[in-house]
């Protein structure tokens, strides 16, 4: 059996070390998944943001809408 240099053993090093990242990066990425929401979770947030923002909308209707109507005074009322 022969000795390895340095650079033979950093070499040899690098590529297992490629292939260890390698194969934890297939497992991870299958964890992810896994983990990850279905899509029937991703439609209700997807519509419950466009719930949020349409409730937005209504809220700046309703600001214009009274920051257009005329300003209205006061009524008189008699004190007895």
């Known amino acids: 059996m022969t000795e390895q240099t340095p650079q033979e053993q ?5 590529k297992d070390m490629h292939d260890i990242c390698s194969e934890a990066s297939d497992v991870m990425r299958i964890f992810f998944r896994r983990l990850g929401p279905s899509n029937e979770v991703i439609n209700y947030f997807r519509q419950s943001q466009i719930d ?9 209707d309703e600001c214009i809408d009274r920051t257009e109507q005329p300003n209205r005074k006061g009524t008189k009322v008699t004190v007895e």
């Open 52 to 60: 949020f923002l349409k409730g937005v909308r209504q809220l700046i």
């Open 10 to 14: 950093l070499e040899r090093s690098g």
